[in-house]
């Protein structure tokens, strides 16, 4: 209990109700067979995402939300291994290689990563066809002066309050984090058809995260930015309220189909 961050023990995980069931081929209530994967951010638990899962499951759409990286405060790298294996097994379970991917904050940034090592893949084990990245941390965290004091002594007091997760994502905006190279190897060139439909959703209003880059734009030129005031006629929304908030999660609905 004394080695989790601070932050860990005295938040608890949001608290999941009893999940509807997936569809199934069986039952001819599955209208698509790529599922969908839901990736929380740092700090937070598949209980954040269980409105969305509900509301995609009664339209037919098979939904996994796997709980990685102790409330994702692990290392990223920790992290994108735990998901890329979780992935693996739910294309086991539904005879799929192809997943969509809806992912908030630090699940933004995963997703980054994981479509990056398997871009530098000959072989894929899968792939994605759709990311909605919703206010996702590709960029790392925004560099306050808090963030640039919790990047001290190597992170050693973002670790102590959110892990090491947090202490990856303030090095990855200080441009001290070991980002993967654009995919230009000659095996990979032509296969623009590998590159999933990435969508951003941001805020103007949420001044905690960095959503995009210059390296994630060299991989993904053809991304879209869809601003969330705009879709919401101008009604802001703090980052820790857009994966419970109904009119994030009909706009999310929306991106999917």
Known sequence: MRNRPLLTRIFPPTAAHPSSPNPSPASGDLRDPVPVIALHGTLDSPGAWAPLADGLRTLGRRVYVPAYGDRGTAALVDSVAEVESYINGVCTETNSDTVDIVAHSQGGLLAFLLFTRLANHECERFSFRRVISVS???????????????????????????GQALADQIAVAAGKYELPAANTAPH?????AAAPDWINVISHHDNLVIPWSDTAQSFLPDSQTVLLETELEGRPVAHWKQQTDSEVIDLITRLLA
């Open 136 to 162: 996702g941390s590709v960029g790392g965290v925004n560099l306050t002066e808090i963030s640039r004091i919790l990047g001290w002594w190597n992170g050693a007091p973002a670790r102590w309050l959110m």
């Open 188 to 192: 990979l060139r032509g296969r623009k």
